[in-house]
């Protein structure tokens, strides 16, 4: 540098300042940037007030899952056996039993989570869904002890009961599903989406 005339080192300086200041900007810009309304993968950023939706789904996920394994692991698989007399209408009177005290006490716990303002609705409509499954559980009780001619109409109907439950639980995971979306959030996984929209 002693060769290099001073009012140069000083130019030099200046370039090598004026590089570092840009440099600084050009990151400042790219971190407001990456605080918008989209990340790099084009994902939207979740909006202000999700963490309300994420804590209902967390937890509705007990209760909802203990709900789904009496009726997908033990009510539906039962009808079959009772009705190819696999299981005596005893045994089948005690599983109907069970299930409508198992399902009254899920529709508590759900009953009992707090509802966020903005999916209001979604909170009577999974209470009409258990009580939709808790109704099949009562039906399937009396086929248990319907005479034996009217065994196949009485579990046809407990079948169809089940049906409109399953109905009305999509609905209200649907409510919720759609919030989600519209938070800029992922579809809650253990919940039904009967109606994903492309591209919401």
């Known amino acids: 540098?002693?060769?290099?005339?001073?009012?140069?080192?000083?130019?030099?300086?200046?370039?090598?300042?004026?590089?570092?200041?840009?440099?600084?900007?050009?990151?400042?810009?790219?971190?407001?940037?990456?605080?918008?309304?989209?990340?790099?993968?084009g994902s939207p950023t979740p909006a202000p007030g999700s963490q309300v939706l994420t804590t209902?789904?967390?937890?509705?996920?007990?209760?909802?899952?203990?709900?789904?394994?009496v009726i997908v692991q033990l009510l539906k698989p039962s009808i079959d056996e009772f009705d190819q007399g696999q299981v005596d209408a005893a045994t089948f009177l005690d599983r109907a039993k069970g299930w409508v005290l198992s399902l009254q006490k899920v529709r508590q716990e759900i009953d009992a989570i707090p509802v966020p303002p903005v999916i209001a609705s979604a909170g009577p409509l999974f209470d009409a869904a258990m009580d939709a499954y808790i109704h099949c559980a009562q039906v399937l009780e009396n086929a248990a002890t319907a005479p034996a001619a009217q065994r196949s109409a009485a579990l046809e109907a407990g079948r169809q009961a089940g049906r409109d439950a399953d109905a009305a639980?999509?609905?209200?995971?649907?409510?919720?599903?759609?919030?989600?979306?519209?938070?800029?959030?992922?579809?809650?996984?253990?919940?039904?989406?009967?109606?994903?929209?492309?591209?919401?």
Do not use: C, H, K
């Not at 002693?2 to 900007?25: D, N």
């Open 56 to 69: 209902y789904t967390s937890a509705l996920r007990a209760p909802t899952s203990e709900g789904g394994q």
């Open 1 to 41: 540098m002693r060769m290099v005339p001073r009012w140069v080192q000083w130019a030099l300086a200046g370039v090598v300042l004026a590089v570092a200041a840009g440099l600084v900007v050009i990151l400042a810009l790219g971190a407001a940037g990456g605080g918008g309304n989209s990340q790099a993968g």
């Open 169 to 200: 639980f999509d609905r209200a995971a649907a409510v919720v599903q759609r919030a989600l979306r519209a938070a800029g959030l992922p579809p809650d996984q253990n919940l039904p989406d009967p109606s994903p929209t492309p591209g919401s």
